[in-house]
């Protein structure tokens, strides 16, 4: 069973599902940036206004990035599929680069800190990913090889499930429909994939944003996000087949593993150099939820997180203990 990609029509107008479904990631992934950025004290209005800054730079980018990766098999032949965008084919590297650059040079005219709202930006994109994923279902897009072939021919396992593809979307690849039936052939679901494992990264990134929130320094989420999504895309690169190599392997693969190594590097470096100020946030945010009584001369709120405290639990990292809170 496949899906019409157009969802309707107005008029001589025809609306794309990939279009509703890119647009509903931006929505979702705008309103979980609002929660981030009231949580760090930030005033979510420039998070808004930043935001169509941050998609059409992302949007292009994405574009750009995918072009380049198809150029010789698909966009050579015929220039005139590049603005096509909605017929999918958007590269979040791409994306993450051009959204990078519109809210540094938001945030560089606005006197913001740029580390600190991509930090707000960072699960919000994730979620976004995770949502515009659906997209490649709808296109036929962003597949693997049929489950049959798993375990041989150089790709990995996978699990026992997978979706059909047509005829005209194999177009390029080595799997025909003569050899490989619609019918009865099933093709391991990479969107499917990527969705279930950013959508622990999402989690993941919001737990540790919290519960870590007095060690971390601005733009730690940032890192972390890259080292997660660089590991995600790696291990999803080994199931495809049309890749855009540099060398041996996938330039996907290359950048995935740049980014482990690079941020994941940076990341334990600027702490074991003291690069950065823990909690930044919470130390200027004028929210009572996130500073202590000026009155308490108790100094429990100094010493209630204290990053040399060994293995001591940690409270809810968003809001002081009962000991330090007004009244």
């Known amino acids: 069973m496949f899906i019409d990609p157009i969802a309707f029509h107005i008029g001589p107008i025809d ?167 619609v019918a009865t052939t099933h093709f391991v679901p990479l969107f499917a994939y990527e969705m279930a494992l950013n959508i622990v990264g999402v989690a993941l990134l919001l737990y540790i944003g919290r519960r870590f929130a007095r060690r971390l320094y601005d733009g730690d989420i940032l890192l972390l996000y890259i080292v997660w999504y660089g590991w995600v895309r790696s291990f999803l690169e080994m199931y495809r087949t049309e890749n855009w190599f540099i060398g041996p392997l996938p330039t996907a693969t290359w950048l995935g593993l740049l980014g482990i190594v690079v941020a994941g590097g940076l990341f334990i470096v600027r702490h074991r150099m003291g690069w950065g100020e823990p909690g930044a946030w919470m130390n200027r945010t004028t929210s009572p939820r996130a500073q202590p009584d000026e009155t308490d001369e108790s100094d429990d709120w100094d010493d209630w997180d204290d990053p040399d405290d060994g293995d001591e639990p940690f409270p809810d990292e968003t809001a002081p203990s009962s000991e330090a809170s007004p009244g």
Request: contains cysteine.
């Open 15 to 181: 609306v794309h599902w990939y279009g509703i479904i890119i647009a509903t990631g931006v929505v979702l992934g705008a309103v979980l940036g609002t929660a981030e950025a009231r949580r760090r004290g930030e005033d979510p209005e420039h998070g808004w206004s930043m935001l169509l800054w941050v998609i059409v730079a992302g949007v292009i980018a994405a574009r750009l990035y995918h072009v380049v990766s198809a150029w010789g098999s698909i966009y050579a032949k015929d220039p005139l599929l590049i603005p096509q965008v909605w017929n999918g084919g958007l590269g979040i590297p791409g994306a993450i680069m051009g959204g990078a650059l519109a809210i540094w040079w938001y945030t560089r005219h606005h006197r913001l800190s740029f580390t600190r709202w991509l930090d707000i930006f960072a699960p919000a994109l994730l979620l976004g990913q995770v949502i515009g994923r659906l997209g490649n279902f709808v296109n036929q897009e962003l597949y693997g090889p049929p489950i049959s072939q798993c375990g041989t021919n150089g790709f990995p396992p996978c699990l026992p499930w997978g979706i059909q593809i047509d005829a005209a979307h194999r177009v390029g690849s080595p799997w025909d429909a003569a050899s490989f039936p």
